[in-house]
């Protein structure tokens, strides 16, 4: 597959962003009939890799196994019959299913936009958009660059936003402080004496710890957790019927239907995993019939217990992290990050939530949390309208942008990740995939 770097300006479609998403709605376009050169793809590296896989460490690893981690939402077999012949990766087996190598998953992802796009060559501006504007016929998208392109429907993909500190950080360039860990280059620079101080306790945490535990890491690791738990891990369920949902109107009856489902056994049983995976089954419509108010307080009171349910981890970082907690080398700590300043001997000096303090030569920011650049001006200059009082913009189910007075625009939609706080459990792969296939299809429709 070619990549053409110097496309003309003009499209019929435009999608802001060149992650999973990107390539998803790229590859069932394709298979819906719609000509890939149509569509200009703007944004940094290489297509399908994004914030999520495109890092360098072999130790970043699925968190799902390979059966759920799906380009083509309906053929659980299709990465598994992939991997057989294009993965050489034994450690990837284990007691719960194959869990690859995320750099393993971009090659896949890679040779199913090969397929796609066949002899035709995709259009790829490796670029930044700062902003978007309507035109006289579609939209208008401005480069970092100065350059400007145009396209009858625009898609905004941007994905997972680069993570920021949770507290002020005037050091932001010190090699000893990783603010955004997930391409995972800073293994191999850290000193592997050194002492290292992760913030946060979820999936990034877990990959961390993977990657300290392969590269042999002797220091000390602190963690901090604000509620003290790491994710559970994934054991090997099997998928059973779907859960019916009820119809719900209101938080007290969603929050009801969960601890009904989810309340007896263990998290990391079999029965539990398929419990939650049925629940899961049709959430994200319930969610959608949630009035606004009542989304964002579920979100606020519930959503850390939901992404630790959710986001489950690979047994192949749940092994290393016990291994290194067995040996007395990993130290959780449950509190949060108030401050971090340069200690007056080397390294870094954090204030903790409870008053303590904690000196670490490395500081690696696994918390996850940004603030996506472009969909906020987007929001702030009244192109995007934010769902209630949240940072989230409001998506139609049919992924359509909606404006300031309640209407949605006809050609300006949005995929991904950005869409959760509107639409439900979209973040996976899977999820967005799902979501790719049906804007490919509502687009051939409107097209035919
Ligand atoms: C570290 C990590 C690991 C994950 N692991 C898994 C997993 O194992 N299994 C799973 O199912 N899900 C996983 N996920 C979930 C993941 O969100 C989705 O699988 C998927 O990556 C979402 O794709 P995306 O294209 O929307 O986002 P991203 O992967 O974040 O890609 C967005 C891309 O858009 C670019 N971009 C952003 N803003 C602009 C702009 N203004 N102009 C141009 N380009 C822009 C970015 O540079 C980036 O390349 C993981 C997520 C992360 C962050």
Redesign the pocket.
């Known amino acids: 597959m070619g990549i053409t770097q110097v496309p003309d300006r003009d499209a019929s479609l435009i999608i802001?962003?060149?992650?999973?998403?990107?390539a998803a709605v790229v590859i069932h376009l394709a298979d819906n009939g719609f000509a890939p050169s149509d569509i200009l793809i703007?944004?940094?590296?290489q297509l399908g890799?994004?914030?999520?896989?495109?890092?360098e460490a072999d130790a970043y690893?699925?968190?799902?196994r390979a059966d759920l981690?799906r380009l083509w939402p309906d053929h659980p077999d299709h990465f598994p019959q992939w991997a057989k012949t294009h993965i050489d990766d034994p450690q990837a087996k284990t007691h719960a299913g194959h869990f690859y190598r995320?750099t393993d998953f971009a090659r896949y992802v890679s040779a199913q936009l090969e397929a796609a796009a066949g002899k035709k060559t995709l259009r790829q501006v490796p670029?930044?958009?700062?902003d978007i504007r309507p035109a006289q016929q579609g939209w208008r998208a401005i480069c970092d660059n100065g350059t400007e392109y145009h396209s009858a429907s625009l898609l905004l993909?941007?994905?997972?936003?680069e993570p920021r500190w949770p507290v002020a950080n005037p050091f932001e360039d010190e090699a000893t402080l990783i603010r955004a860990p997930?391409q995972g280059e800073w293994l191999t620079e850290i000193d592997p004496a050194s002492h290292v101080c992760l913030i946060g306790s979820g999936?990034?945490a877990m990959?961390a710890l993977y990657g300290l535990a392969e590269r042999d890491h002797q220091g000390p690791i602190s963690l901090l957790s604000p509620h003290g738990i790491l994710p559970p891990e994934q054991v090997g369920w099997e998928p059973g019927d779907p859960f019916v949902w009820p119809e719900i109107r209101h938080a007290s009856e969603f929050l009801h239907v969960a601890r009904r489902m989810l309340r007896e056994g263990s998290w990391e049983e079999p029965e539990w995993q398929q419990r939650f995976s049925a629940f899961r089954c049709g959430i994200s419509k319930a969610w959608q019939h949630l009035p606004v108010g009542d989304r964002l307080k579920l979100q606020r009171r519930a959503g850390w217990l939901w992404s630790l349910a959710r986001f489950r981890a690979s047994p192949q970082t749940v092994e290393a992290a016990r291994q290194l907690r067995d040996r007395g080398q990993l130290t959780l700590i449950c509190s949060h990050l108030k401050s971090l300043s340069s200690s007056r001997c080397n390294g870094w000096q954090l204030g903790l939530g409870n008053e303590a303090s904690l000196h670490a030569d490395v500081v690696i920011n696994c918390t996850?949390v940004g603030r996506?650049?472009?969909i906020h001006k987007l929001m702030a200059t009244g192109r995007l309208t934010p769902l209630g009082k949240s940072n989230s913009p409001w998506v139609s189910p049919e992924l359509l942008a909606i404006r300031p007075d309640g209407s949605s625009y006809d050609t300006l939609f949005c995929?991904?990740?950005a869409t959760a706080l509107a639409l439900g459990d979209v973040?996976?792969?899977?999820s967005?995939a799902t979501q790719a296939a049906c804007f490919a299809r509502s687009l051939h429709t409107a097209g035919s």
């Open positions: 802001v962003g060149s992650g999973f998403a990107a703007i944004g940094p590296g890799s994004g914030q999520a896989y495109g890092c690893r699925l968190n799902v981690q995320r670029a930044r958009v700062v993909a941007t994905g997972n936003p997930w999936l990034t990959d996850g996506d650049p472009l995929i991904g990740p973040v996976g792969a899977t967005v």
